[in-house]
């Protein structure tokens, strides 16, 4: 089981990025999927997460209304459109797959993770 993030880059501040994940090995139509993010020297924390049918999101206090989380279930992917991005932005971004199918902003409910895709935000 693979899960494939992509997207990252280098953008100015107020820029837009989307990110993709695409997972492989297995189908996660079922399952919540969530984006965590990590900066240096930081703990990953939570950015969003979708539940199963997209019916359900989830957002961290920092990004709401900036970032939107959506999935495509018939190519097995989940992406994050991020708008008006800042340099506190900046960090690596991780796609995962939930336990479930509800949405949850604790890391250990995920028990596939992607490798991070690196989101760089400049002043």
């Known amino acids: 089981v693979q899960l494939q993030a992509s997207g990252g880059g280098l953008v100015q501040a107020g820029g837009s990025l989307r990110l993709s994940c695409i997972a492989s090995?297995?189908?996660?139509?079922?399952?919540?999927l969530g984006w965590f993010r990590q900066a240096p020297g930081t703990e990953r924390e939570f950015v969003a997460a979708?539940?199963?049918?997209?019916?359900?999101?989830q957002y961290a206090d920092s990004v709401k209304g900036r970032f939107t989380i959506s999935r495509d279930n018939s190519k097995n992917a989940v992406y994050l459109q991020m708008d008006s991005l800042n340099t506190e932005d900046t960090a690596d971004y991780y796609c995962?797959?939930?336990?479930?199918?509800?949405?949850?902003?604790?890391?250990?409910?995920?028990?596939?993770w992607g490798k991070g895709t690196l989101v760089t935000v400049s002043s």
């Open positions: 995962a797959a939930g336990r479930s199918s509800s949405t949850s902003q604790n890391s250990n409910y995920y028990n596939y």
């Open positions: 090995g297995r189908t996660f139509w079922n399952n919540a």
């Open positions: 979708i539940s199963w049918n997209g019916g359900s999101t």
